[in-house]
């Protein structure tokens, strides 16, 4: 009898057991979800800029007066509001875009009288721990130099000593230039052409100045570690600029070449300004908490038939003091400049527009020297990270990580209170390790961002239900 029981309780138990079993297999951390397909790659081959869009400004000849404008001053911020339709109805102009040749050598040559050539472009990333891997390719042909030529370049212009960005453990690519007038490259993009979702147009993060005047490095972070086309776009900034002066009285205006400047707006406010948002018809401002007086000025620039690049702009006061502040125009009608005067002490308003700017294209078939199973990978979670590592608190998690190598954004914080390193692991891997570390267990994509979603009943149920 007493072992007839036990195997009752046994057969109970395993009839307990088995689905408890089933259900913790179901809903195991190796059994999380990622909405992989949303990561794939996409064919996008399309350029930022069309080298045959030959197209120039409409002119904006709609002049914007006092009336126009809605200035509202509170306790914590200021702002100024352009009636709707005043900033409509024109179309801007893009900068001219300089295209080398191959024929030529990759000469880049632009009609503002810059003269270069790119010699050699640098892949660096990191492959552990304060250890970086710098690889040095020829342009345009992207054969990497021998290693003891490649040590001596490294060496003679300071990439063994140059820190990585740890936050962000992605490719650096640096671009060796010679050439004359070469402090006027300043700034460049890097797009991808495949990306599933249109990157953020960062701009130049970092220059690295070689000895020899003739010569430039430009580097900057690019989050891919795939390969695809890559477009770089360097801008070049003008050498030329056209003066004029403006009395500080509202309406006032000067014809220049290629657009007409005018004052329409003027305001005094008793406070300094500590930050500033800026859109086509409006622009923000947040109280400082100094007791002073500031003075706003607005300049527009309309019936342009060309493309404005910044404005530097100088408020000449009564005391001979000169004030200054620099704004880039681009493709906009206006901008608000701070002085930190009163209103009254303003007699002249000098103003300088640069209107000329430039891009150079240069394209890369891939990212040179990744390792090799990231070629042809139709899957970005399956791409190799050579190493990233994770910190307790840290503001740039690796699912932010994660979602910036897959063109994605992502703003949900993970509280981590340990820290982890990940070496030669696919991205996948990588990020299914993470959701198990911080208890996340599910992540989705809704309109380009990576976000993390609720475990519901209903989820639940699915998730035991569908294999």
């Not at 089933?22 to 999380?32: D, G, H, N, S, T």
């Not at 250890?131 to 040590?151: I, K, M, N």
């Not at 910044?310 to 608000?336: C, F, M, T």
């Not at 970005?380 to 954004?409: K, W």
């Amino acid at each position: 009898m007493k072992k007839y029981c036990r195997v009752r309780w046994l057969l109970i138990a395993a009839l307990i057991a088995i689905p408890f079993a089933f259900i913790v297999w179901r809903l195991a951390p190796e059994r999380l979800y990622i909405d992989a397909a949303l990561f794939e790659r996409k064919n996008n081959d399309t350029l930022w800029f069309d080298p045959e869009d030959k197209r120039d400004v409409l002119p904006h000849d709609q002049r914007i007066i006092s009336e126009d404008v809605e200035f509202s001053a509170g306790e914590k911020y200021i702002k100024l509001k352009i009636e709707p339709g005043v900033a409509e109805g024109w179309h801007p102009s893009r900068p001219r875009l300089i295209v080398p040749k191959s024929g030529e050598g990759f000469k880049i040559e632009t009609e503002s009288g810059l003269v270069a050539t790119l010699e050699h472009v640098v892949t660096s990333y990191p492959v552990d721990r304060n250890l970086l891997l710098h690889q040095v390719f020829a342009y345009p042909g992207l054969e990497r130099l021998d290693p003891d030529v490649e040590q001596q370049w490294l060496s003679d212009n300071g990439f063994s000593h140059r820190e990585y960005r740890k936050r962000s453990f992605v490719p650096e690519l640096s671009f060796h230039f010679i050439g004359d007038e070469l402090d006027r490259l300043d700034t460049f993009k890097v797009l991808d052409r495949n990306d599933p979702f249109p990157r953020k147009e960062n701009s130049l993060s970092n220059q690295h100045e070689v000895s020899p005047a003739h010569e430039r490095i430009l580097s900057r972070p690019v989050a891919q570690w795939h390969d695809s086309p890559v477009d770089m776009y360097f801008q070049v900034s003008p050498s030329r600029y056209q003066k004029c002066d403006l009395l500080p009285k509202l309406g006032d205006s000067v014809a220049l070449d290629g657009f007409d400047v005018g004052l329409f707006f003027m305001q005094e406010i008793d406070a300094d300004l500590d930050g500033y948002s800026y859109s086509k018809d409006s622009a923000r401002y947040e109280r400082g908490k100094k007791n002073q007086s500031t003075t706003i000025i607005g300049l527009e620039f309309y019936n342009r038939t060309s493309f404005l690049h910044a404005a530097y702009v100088r408020a000449h006061l009564g005391n001979e003091e000169i004030l200054e502040n620099a704004k880039l125009v681009n493709d906009s009608i206006w901008q608000p400049f701070e002085f930190a005067c009163k209103s009254e002490e303003i007699v002249k308003i000098e103003i300088a527009v640069f209107n000329a700017s430039e891009y150079v294209h240069i394209p890369l078939a891939k990212i040179p020297g990744l390792p090799s199973g990231n070629y042809q990978v139709d899957n970005l979670l399956d791409t190799i990270i050579t190493y990233i590592e994770s910190t307790p608190n840290a503001r740039y998690n690796i699912f932010a990580f994660a979602a910036e190598v897959a063109g994605l954004e992502c703003y949900f914080r993970i509280d981590d209170d340990g820290s982890a390193s990940y070496k030669g692991r696919k991205l996948g891997s990588i990020v299914q390790s993470e959701m198990r570390r911080n208890d996340v267990f599910r992540l989705v994509v809704n309109g380009g961002v990576l976000e993390t979603e609720e475990v519901s009943v209903d989820w639940l149920w699915r998730r035991l239900i569908h294999w």
